[in-house]
């Protein structure tokens, strides 16, 4: 019988975990930190007093969307011609 097999079964275990509890702490403890820092909570403040939404983001501002906007609307044309 191998006895490697149940080591390395929880080296990935253990792998998961960790990465889960650093991903865990990050988000519940360092990004929260961050946010209370004086420049991030004044820029929050702004944010809110224009009302914009910091996590929208619309494919319009991507670079990459130009070409398939363009193709888009190459064939939006193309069928109202028909």
């Known amino acids: 019988m191998n ?3 149940p080591l390395k079964q929880s080296r990935g275990g253990l792998a998961l975990l960790t ?3 650093a991903i865990g702490l990050v988000w519940l403890v360092v990004l929260p930190w961050l946010s209370s820092l004086p420049s991030q909570s004044a ?3 702004w944010l809110r007093a224009k009302r ?3 996590s ?3 494919y319009t501002e991507v670079e ?3 070409p398939i906007l363009q193709r888009l609307n190459e064939q939006t044309r193309a ?3 028909k």
């Open 3 to 5: 006895s490697a097999a």
């Open 19 to 21: 990465s889960g509890l």
């Open 43 to 45: 820029y929050i403040d």
């Open 52 to 54: 914009i939404d910091p």
């Open 56 to 58: 929208a983001r619309y």
């Open 64 to 66: 990459a969307m130009e």
């Open 79 to 81: 069928s109202r011609a």
